[in-house]
């Protein structure tokens, strides 16, 4: 917010000399406590003027406002005086005060000697009142020319404050009116034009006038909301389909032309009830004095009590409104003194306001007269009239001549008469600040987006939810490694398969790695001979070594071991100095394919050295210790309940070590260390499934070395009738695999398992989505015996079954119990396990729907098939899309096929990904689709039989931010909106209003004021 000039007597006396100080001196008044409408002054007196000038202060006080004051407020300064001990002192401070206008505050002759202590602020009757501190500052003019120059620069205040209100009238959060239409123009985003209006929680009766004239009731819109309305009655010569402000109107003509509304206790008005009655009028060209809108006991005798508003010739004035409204003892009227005309629709609204205590006349949205007038209750037993049928003769008010339109009765006190008269300023400012920012149209961000404009839904915040919900392609993918086939002389790469990178950017250097010999092992397995040189090093070098002697076995077919001529040497300059480097040579293999193997094999960074015709080969690993021990549970690493199993170290530490073992557990799995450390070994034992993490630390030469492993835990058995999930949860229901929608699913590319283990009880049943075959496999390896598929894919099925997504196990052998098989069943990793009693039944989330085989490796130069998994029906020769996504320097091509197979070409080093997509039909894809719906609180409340309602604005609001931010190429379904909409269902609205529409397309500022003239 701008900040506030400073006051005007605060500038002028600041410019003043010495000798006229003492009269320009000021004191602030500070407060005790900043909190409440009640608040203390901090204890202060004039010792210091005394003090700096030698004379004794004229004290004045002045309050000033530190806020725009919206209403009437009441205040109350307690203050003592040598001759009281304590007095009071109450003003009001107008409604419409701005910032920084200043007011004396009335002491009278106590002026002089009063000391204020307490200030009591109270707002308009039943709001929340303001708080003391933030909204009046107090300030004491400690002599006469400070109080001139208050007086003087009094004007200077209020004008000062005017001009922060149109500095500030820039940012969207302070504009208003026009000024607000000018920033949404900058964004081309106008206000929604004048519109009937919807559901409103204070409205009594809500008539549209869009009645036929086959009937002669006249209906009550709230009977759509409510379910109970006030219907009306029209006499016969009241027109229907008359041309009203939004579609029809009701016309009212000479002769019997009246509609009455039955008494009901909802149009009671007791002493506390609020009213406002609304409606659009056009006046007839002739005509006397008509009510149009009415609730009175005797339309003969205006002091008996109700209220009508009233057209005729009032005070001089043709066509000019009057509010009569008595409490059969006092009675108010307001004019609008104003002549109403007679070729467009006016806006006319009776407000009596009980929390304020006053009668208010709107036209058109301007206040045209109010009166404070304290009213009775103005309770009767006579019908609401629309229009009025005038057989008195003598009453005081006549027959309405003319068209009425969008008749609204409410148990408010109203303001603001949007959306009839147009978007409102808090309303249109909303979304400017919505569509200000940037928002990337992520379905996310579009749900963010909606409920932030939207608000509450039968009382759920966040009450829209969106999802994808198009017709998902069948995918899959298969990642794949190019490697080298040889590296020539003097070339380097990295695991990553990028040339040329130095050893320190993949490896770090001597200087980053905290070593101490003493964690280094002597290597003594087949990989490696030590001819010269020290046959130490780190444990993970161990690991590599020994996967590159098994690929020389497995890809050269030679099983004798490398010859290492430079292995750890303190003084070496490169890795080999902290034992994460090599160099090595083979007897019978090349160097540079020897190199090109080492890639392979896992090494971080691999050099074919020039000059010696050998490998240099290291690693980025950096750990000096390892956590052994775990022996294995059907799958997992442990299973819960089992005895403990001991945990060991490798290497083992230095006596003089210091060891610490803690326990990380974050999920459902629990485990605990049980006594102490002996040997290097501690024991863990394992509670409850899920996964838990062991960590290490040790304390070595003033360095600290850690370690750590997780473990999962596995249920040491599945009873009947329980269940498990994936991460350990125990209890779960289906519903943790998802729903059949969630993922693609075609039935031509399911992969049939044909596994010997898998005896198929119904035939067909055997085909299921690629990852619950991954799982299958997983599951047939764990348990090594045969395993009974009882049933699995159902074409004809409900829920996973019928998109291969669940299946029902038996044990195939007798050696396999139903609860065992459960626990290997969740070893395998299936998202969904239970145990029914009879059964083992799995569940998996969607995931890639096809299968792709083919080689893990491929070297540089090859060409190497890709395929989908074999199929049982159809044979083949559908349509697929190959495509292949490549990382860092990695470079792979396709022949370009399109059927069922295709020839991966690999270029350059690195991992590169082959995905596969098959279309949903020969048609092509469908366009993207997301599917915009309710919360799950709304979904169960509707379930419970509760209603559940969109505001016809909330629609609007949606349907706006829908097509702003609406992505090219993507479709909105918005069935489940419509559907609560109650509009929609009886034609008071469209489904696609117009206005809801961007115009970015149109060029220039868009005027976006209504200014029609109907």
Not at 166 to 181: F, I, K, P
Not at 410 to 434: H, I, K, N, Q
Not at 451 to 464: Q, R, S
Request: glycine share 12%.
């Amino acid at each position: 917010m701008t900040a506030p000039y400073p006051a005007a007597v605060d500038r002028m006396a600041g410019n003043l000399t010495v000798p006229f100080a003492a009269g320009a001196d000021r004191l602030p008044l500070r407060y005790r406590g900043e909190s409440s409408a009640h608040a203390a002054f901090a204890d202060y007196d004039f010792a210091e003027h005394l003090a700096r000038f030698g004379t004794d202060p004229r004290p004045r006080y002045i309050v000033t406002a530190l806020e725009d004051i919206p209403g009437d407020t009441v205040v109350t300064v307690g203050y003592s005086t040598p001759q009281s001990a304590t007095a009071t002192v109450t003003f009001t401070v107008p409604g419409g005060t701005i910032a920084g206008t200043s007011l004396m505050v009335p002491l009278g002759a106590d002026a002089a000697k009063a000391v204020l202590k307490t200030v009591a602020v109270q707002g308009p009757k039943g709001q929340q009142p303001p708080v003391a501190a933030g909204s009046f500052g107090f300030t004491a003019l400690l002599g006469d020319l400070a109080a001139l120059l208050w007086v003087l620069g009094g004007d200077r205040d209020l004008l000062a404050g005017h001009y922060g209100r149109v500095r500030a009238q820039h940012t969207v959060e302070q504009a208003t009116g026009l000024s607000l239409d000018l920033l949404g123009s900058d964004l081309s985003i106008p206000r929604f034009p004048p519109l009937p209006y919807g559901f409103a929680a204070d409205t009594i009766a809500l008539y549209h006038c869009e009645d036929t004239s086959d009937t002669v009731t006249v209906a009550d819109a709230m009977t759509l909301y409510t379910g109970a309305g006030h219907p009306g009655t029209r006499l016969p010569n009241t027109m229907t389909g008359a041309d009203g402000r939004f579609g029809a109107g009701l016309g009212f003509v000479f002769g019997q032309s009246e509609v009455t509304v039955p008494d009901h206790a909802d149009f009671a008005l007791p002493v506390t009830a609020s009213l406002t009655a609304e409606c659009f009028v056009r006046p007839a060209a002739v005509g006397g004095r008509g009510a149009f809108l009415s609730k009175h006991t005797d339309m003969l005798d205006p002091a008996k009590p109700g209220w009508g508003l009233h057209l005729g010739n009032f005070r001089g004035l043709d066509r000019d409104v009057r509010l009569l409204v008595s409490d059969g003892t006092t009675r108010v009227e307001l004019f609008a003194d104003l002549s109403l005309d007679t070729d467009r629709f006016h806006h006319i609204a009776a407000v009596l306001d009980r929390v304020r205590g006053v009668t208010r006349l709107y036209v058109n949205g301007e206040l045209r007269a109010s009166d404070s007038t304290a009213l009775g209750a103005l309770t009767n037993a006579a019908p609401l009239r629309i229009g009025f049928n005038d057989t008195t003769g003598g009453g005081f008010s006549g027959s309405f001549f003319g068209t009425l339109d969008e008749i609204r009765i409410s148990r408010a006190a109203l303001t603001s008469f949007g959306p009839v008269l147009g978007e409102d300023d808090e309303s249109y400012r909303s979304r400017l600040m919505l569509f200000r920012r940037w928002n990337l149209p992520t379905p996310t961000a579009i749900a963010d987006a909606l409920n932030g404009i939207v608000g509450l839904i039968d009382g759920v915040l966040d009450p829209i939810t969106v999802s994808d919900a198009y017709e998902k392609s069948p995918v899959g993918s298969h990642t794949v490694t190019v490697r080298p086939a040889i590296l020539q002389p003097g070339e380097s790469i990295d695991a990553l398969g990028r040339r040329g990178i130095d050893e320190a950017e993949v490896c770090g250097t001597l200087a980053d790695d905290p070593f101490d010999p003493r964690w280094l092992t002597y290597y003594s397995g087949p990989a490696a001979n030590f001819p010269v040189g020290d046959p130490r090093m780190r444990q993970p070098l161990t690991r590599a070594l020994d996967a590159l002697h098994a690929v020389l076995v497995e890809l050269e077919g030679h099983s004798e071991p490398l010859w290492v001529s430079g292995g750890y040497d303190p003084k070496a300059p490169d890795l080999r100095a902290v034992g994460r480097a090599l160099i090595v040579w083979h007897p019978f293999v090349p160097a540079a394919r020897l190199a090109a193997l080492a890639h392979r094999a896992g090494f971080s960074w691999v050099r074919h050295r020039a000059a010696t015709d050998d490998v240099y080969l290291s690693i980025a690993d950096t750990s000096v210790v390892e956590i052994t021990g775990g022996t294995g549970w059907f799958g997992t690493d442990l299973g819960a309940g089992n005895p403990t199993t001991p945990l060991g170290i490798q290497p083992l530490p230095p006596r003089e070590a210091q060891q610490r073992w803690s326990l990380l557990q974050a999920g459902p799995g629990r485990a605990e260390l049980l006594g102490t450390v002996v040997g290097n070994v501690t024991n863990i034992h394992p509670l409850a499934p899920g996964e838990v993490t062991v960590a290490l630390e040790i304390r070595l030469g003033g360095r600290t070395y850690s370690a750590a492993r997780r473990f999962t835990i596995g249920p040491q058995t599945l009873a009947a009738n329980h269940s498990i999930g994936a991460d350990g949860t125990q209890g779960v229901d289906e519903s943790i695999a998802g729903s059949p929608g969630d993922g693609a699913y075609a039935a031509d590319y399911l992969v049939t398992v044909t596994d010997p283990l898998l005896k198929v009880a119904v035939p067909g049943s055997n085909r299921m989505q690629a990852d619950v075959a991954d799982r299958l496999g997983r599951l047939l390896a764990i348990a090594g015996k045969p395993i009974t598929l009882a049933s699995g894919w159902t074409p004809t099925g409900t829920g996973l079954d019928a998109v291969g997504r669940a299946l029902t196990l038996m044990p195939g052998d007798a050696s396999i119990t139903l609860p065992t098989l459960g626990v290997m069943a969740h070893g395998a990793g299936f998202d969904y396990v239970e145990n029914t009693g009879t059964a083992i039944r799995v569940a998996q989330r969607a995931g890639e729907h096809l299968k792709i085989l083919g080689p893990r490796d491929v070297e540089e130069g090859s060409a190497t098939a890709f395929s989908l998994s074999p199929q049982a029906s159809p044979a083949g020769g559908r349509r697929v899309e190959w495509s292949v996504v490549a990382a860092d320097d990695a470079a792979a091509r396709l022949d370009g096929s399109t059927g069922e197979t295709t020839t991966l070409l690999a270029d350059r080093a690195g991992a590169i990904q082959v995905r596969a997509r098959a279309p949903i039909t020969d048609g092509g894809n469908p366009p993207y689709t997301v599917r915009v719906g309710l919360a799950q609180q709304l979904i169960d409340r509707e379930k419970a039989g509760t209603k559940v309602v969109i505001r016809r604005d909330q629609y609007e609001r949606i349907m706006n931010v829908l097509n702003e931010l609406h992505p090219i190429g993507v479709e909105f379904d918005t069935t489940v909106i419509r559907a609560h909409v109650l509009e929609l269902a009886v034609g008071q609205l469209d489904s696609f209003p117009a206005y809801t529409y961007p115009t970015y397309r149109l060029r220039g500022q868009h005027r976006t004021r209504p200014d029609r003239l109907d």
